[in-house]
């Protein structure tokens, strides 16, 4: 397990947990809220790796819970291929720029999301539209995936504006996102950028990854998840501000 001192383990802990309420209230940002943080007290690399278990098993936790499972891959199987092969090639990034260049990246990355989700009308995007749009939105998501650790840029507005019914599209996003770190997890191992010690430093993130959930979900029956999902994108947007500016100093 890598040298990691009590407080840093502690800030660990209490990000994977905090990211789980995130997820449990709002159905998402468990990765992206783990790689902001994360990001902000490690290399955007060491974040990643430590994200991979978390996210895999809180993802297929939501991905098997809806019902249309095959109907949503045949729908989609050209994004998630795509969204593998940009992950893999993005990693290159990830696993060799600077410290500096990945961070101003996933700070940028983070400021887009956030904007663009308090700020921009919905979408709809047209069926006849989907066998080209979903390959290209897969492979630009696969690189951003790759070159921060963040998946939601493009995917979430795009698979949001394809007017699924409300659990096929959170079994949607779950599929994107299992996908997602399936990749990056390859992209990674195959950079030789994800020691074991890191993959169980990131086993011990599961249990309060998971606390998390249990607790966001007890939370969304008392507060309003509208309220809550604006606070969570403000965060982000100013966390990702502090994250561009550090990187370029």
């Known amino acids: ?29 468990l990765p992206t809220v783990a790689m902001g943080v994360l990001g902000s007290l490690l290399s955007p690399l060491a974040a990643a790796a430590l994200l991979l ?22 729908r989609l199987w050209s994004m998630m291929l795509t969204i593998i092969i940009g992950t893999v090639i993005g990693s290159m990034m990830l696993t060799g720029g600077t410290t500096a260049l990945t961070t101003v990246c996933l700070g ?5 999301y956030a904007a663009y989700t308090l700020l921009a009308k919905p979408l709809n995007v047209s069926p006849r539209w989907e066998p080209w749009l979903s ?11 790759g070159a921060t650790g963040v998946f939601v840029i493009p995917a979430v507005p795009y698979i949001q504006s394809l007017d699924l019914q409300r659990d096929d599209l959170v079994q949607a996003l779950g599929l994107s996102f299992t996908v997602s770190t399936i990749a990056l997890a390859i992209g990674l191992f195959w950079h030789g950028a994800s020691p074991l ?43 990702g501000f502090e994250m561009a500016f550090r990187g370029l100093r």
């Open 1 to 29: 397990m890598p040298d990691h001192s009590l407080p840093l383990i502690a800030a660990i802990i209490t990000t994977f947990f905090a990211a789980g309420i995130v997820k449990g209230v709002t159905g998402m940002g």
């Open 53 to 74: 278990v978390p996210s895999f098993l809180t993802n297929v936790w939501q991905l098997l819970a809806g019902p249309k499972f095959g109907v949503l891959i045949h």
């Open 135 to 145: 390959p290209m939105v897969g492979l630009v998501t696969g690189l951003v995936t």
């Open 197 to 239: 010690g890191n993959l169980l430093t990131s086993t011990l993130g599961v249990i309060p990854a998971l606390l998390g959930m249990a607790t966001g979900r007890l939370i969304r029956t008392r507060i309003s998840p509208l309220l809550f999902r604006r606070l969570f994108l403000i965060f982000l947007l100013l966390l």
């Open 108 to 112: 940028i990355v983070l400021i887009i």
